[in-house]
């Protein structure tokens, strides 16, 4: 299957996270984000190292300029559990923005075309680490890495393309 790209419309698929009240949500993509400008990144694994101290930190450092150009929700997502999700978004205190969802057996993380094999790890199918700008679910901005790196998807790089 080929990568999401833009101009791609984002596949409908379901995520779960835990809301504001701690309940255990399980929504589509689509209805989080029809209407709407989001950004959608993606991570190989919670509290893996690049992750959890580039990744994830630039976003919520960045999420008060980034909503200042009329962003309006910033998804963090990975393929792991929920609960692995709400734990990983309890270490960043400082989060007011970044909403952390799983996609615990990776069917979306296939559906955008962006599987990572990391069972040579011991980790199996991950998500590669990206970052996407949708726009009433069109794809308006794809920055996918390579491998692990770490290049292209920062929340710079989509500050830079608003």
Same mark, same amino acid.
């Given at each position: 299957?080929?990568?999401?790209?833009? %101009?791609?419309?984002?596949?409908?698929?379901?995520?779960?996270? $835990?809301?504001?009240?701690? @309940?255990? @949500?399980?929504?589509?993509?689509?209805?989080?984000?029809? %209407?709407?400008?989001?950004?959608?990144?993606?991570?190989? /694994?919670?509290?893996?190292?690049?992750?959890?101290?580039?990744? &994830?930190? %630039?976003?919520? +450092?960045?999420?008060?300029?980034?909503?200042?150009?009329?962003?309006?929700?910033?998804?963090?997502?990975?393929?792991?559990?929920?609960? &692995?999700?709400?734990?990983?978004?309890?270490?960043?205190?400082?989060?007011?923005?970044?909403?952390?969802?799983?996609?615990?057996?990776?069917?979306?993380?296939?559906?955008?075309?962006?599987?990572?094999?990391?069972?040579?790890?011991?980790? /199996?199918?991950?998500?590669?680490? $990206?970052?996407?700008?949708?726009?009433?679910?069109?794809?308006? &901005?794809?920055?996918? +890495?390579?491998?692990? +790196?770490?290049?292209?998807?920062?929340?710079?790089?989509?500050?830079?393309?608003?």
């Amino acid at each position: 299957m080929a990568p999401i790209a833009v %101009g791609d419309v984002v596949p409908d698929g379901t995520i779960s996270f $835990f809301d504001e009240n701690d @309940q255990l @949500q399980t929504a589509s993509v689509h209805s989080l984000a029809a %209407g709407k400008k989001v950004i959608l990144f993606g991570v190989p /694994g919670a509290f893996t190292p690049t992750c959890s101290m580039k990744h &994830v930190p %630039g976003f919520i +450092e960045k999420a008060e300029e980034l909503k200042s150009k009329g962003v309006d929700d910033i998804i963090c997502f990975s393929v792991n559990d929920p609960f &692995v999700m709400k734990a990983w978004g309890k270490t960043y205190p400082e989060n007011k923005h970044v909403k952390f969802v799983a996609d615990g057996s990776g069917e979306y993380t296939h559906l955008l075309g962006l599987e990572l094999d990391l069972k040579d790890k011991g980790l /199996g199918v991950r998500s590669r680490r $990206f970052a996407l700008l949708l726009d009433d679910l069109k794809v308006t &901005v794809a920055n996918v +890495e390579s491998g692990g +790196e770490f290049t292209v998807s920062s929340a710079d790089d989509i500050l830079k393309a608003l």
